[in-house]
Structures are given as C-alpha cells and as structure tokens.
C-alpha cells in the first residue's frame, strides 16, 4: 500500500484524517512547517505514521492531501512547487473561510479563480491532477476515533481517474462514502456547504455532516 502523504497533518482536520486512515491500516506520512511538530502528530496517532517537513512528506505517496487553513494554502503549494511531480493527485481539503481574515467562519471569502481548489490548480506544477474533498467532514468527529461516521464525501476534480484514486482514500474509512460531484469548478459549491455546516453545528451544538439521500450506488 503506498503511503498518504498529509500536508498541515498537524491541524484538526489533517489529524482527524491521519487517525482513520492509520487505523485502518493505510501508512501515513504527516507533514507540517515544523519537524518537531510533524513527528509529535505522528506519535500521536501511532499504527506507524511517520512525520517529515512538508517537502519531504510530498513525495512520500502518489496521492496528496492538503489540510492547511487557507491563508496557508498559497505559501504552502509555492514551497511545493519544486517538488510535487506529474502523475500526483493533490487533494485540496482548503475552505476559504472569512475566518482566514479576522472574520466570521460562517462566510466565505471570494477567490478570483472562483475556488480554493482552483486556485490549488493554478499553482500546482503542471501533471499534478488537484480534486477538492473532505470540506464536510468534522475534523473534531474524525479525531475520536468512538465516534461512528456515515456521511457522504463530496468530491470534485477534472480528471475521472485521479478522483477514482482519491474514492478509494475515502472508502478506507469506515462510514464514509465517496460521491463524484463533477469537474472541478463545483468545489466552488462544496466548499460554500463548509461555513453553512459551521453555523447549523453551532446552533444546535453538533457535529452533523451531509447524507445525501435517494443516491443507492453513486456512480463511478
């Protein structure tokens, strides 16, 4: 099994997924800014994952995820640049919440490519498949590993095959299934479900996800 490299795996939602995935059986490699703080996540979520320097976790495994606050993600895909590499599917989880800002995390803020995930595409070298999924996922729900999932993981990217690769990541956690949205301009929808999913949890103190009904067998 090739490895899962998670950039900002140090970050709720990078940790969450970096617990299931580990669990389950699948390597996971952490990356973060901070050596020390990359191999304290790993320590923590134990079943052998493993912590390095963005850069280095990057080449680790054919398909990346990319779990930073969106404020991170530009730096971030710059210092990547040199070393993502063609054939790589780079999962884009960013959600470019107000919050980013000094704002509310119940609003979105506007990006000029129309989403955080086609800004990822924008900057990432050429070859590099970008698909945007996990935006629906409670980071807080995926790190308590007693806590039992079934929700759908809404997904979005232009190349058919590369979110194929990224279903197969999400299939491997138990209560998750993988649901092909489209190409990815529909991330710009997906990631506006993320400050609406923030504002309904915090009125009703919840951590409810999306379940889409009447869809028996999602096609592939």
Same mark, same amino acid.
């Given at each position: 099994?090739?490895?899962?490299?998670?950039?900002?795996?140090?970050?709720?939602?990078?940790?969450?997924?970096?617990?299931?995935?580990?669990?389950?059986?699948?390597?996971?490699?952490?990356?973060?800014?901070?050596?020390?703080?990359?191999?304290?996540?790993?320590?923590?979520?134990?079943?052998?994952?493993?912590?390095?320097?963005?850069?280095?976790?990057?080449?680790?495994?054919?398909?990346?995820?990319?779990?930073?606050?969106?404020?991170?993600?530009?730096?971030?895909?710059?210092?990547?640049?040199?070393?993502?590499? +063609? *054939?790589?599917?780079? !999962? $884009?989880?960013?959600?470019?919440?107000? #919050?980013?800002?000094?704002?509310?995390? @119940?609003? /979105? %803020?506007?990006?000029?490519?129309?989403?955080?995930?086609?800004?990822?595409?924008?900057?990432?070298?050429?070859?590099?498949?970008?698909?945007?999924?996990?935006?629906?996922?409670?980071?807080?729900?995926?790190?308590?590993?007693?806590?039992?999932?079934?929700?759908?993981?809404?997904?979005?990217?232009?190349?058919?095959?590369?979110?194929?690769?990224?279903?197969?990541?999400?299939?491997?956690? +138990? *209560?998750?299934?993988? !649901? $092909?949205?489209?190409?990815?301009?529909? #991330?710009?929808?997906?990631?506006?479900? @993320?400050? /609406? %999913?923030?504002?309904?949890?915090?009125?009703?103190?919840?951590?409810?996800?999306?379940?889409?009904?009447?869809?028996?067998?999602?096609?592939?």
């Amino acid at each position: 099994m090739d490895p899962v490299p998670i950039i900002g795996g140090t970050g709720a939602l990078g940790f969450g997924l970096a617990r299931r995935l580990a669990r389950e059986g699948l390597p996971v490699v952490i990356g973060s800014r901070d050596a020390g703080r990359a191999a304290t996540a790993a320590g923590r979520v134990g079943n052998g994952a493993e912590g390095y320097l963005n850069a280095e976790a990057a080449v680790s495994g054919p398909v990346v995820l990319l779990c930073v606050p969106f404020r991170s993600q530009s730096e971030t895909l710059t210092n990547l640049k040199n070393v993502l590499r +063609p *054939g790589q599917v780079l !999962v $884009d989880a960013t959600v470019p919440l107000a #919050a980013a800002v000094s704002g509310r995390a @119940t609003r /979105l %803020l506007g990006v000029p490519q129309g989403s955080a995930a086609e800004q990822a595409r924008e900057m990432a070298p050429e070859g590099v498949d970008v698909v945007s999924a996990f935006h629906t996922v409670s980071a807080p729900v995926l790190a308590d590993l007693e806590h039992g999932l079934d929700e759908d993981v809404l997904i979005a990217g232009d190349s058919r095959e590369a979110k194929r690769r990224v279903a197969e990541i999400v299939r491997w956690i +138990p *209560g998750l299934r993988p !649901v $092909d949205c489209g190409r990815l301009e529909v #991330a710009r929808h997906i990631e506006a479900i @993320t400050p /609406l %999913l923030i504002s309904i949890n915090a009125r009703n103190k919840a951590h409810a996800g999306i379940r889409l009904t009447g869809l028996e067998e999602p096609r592939w």
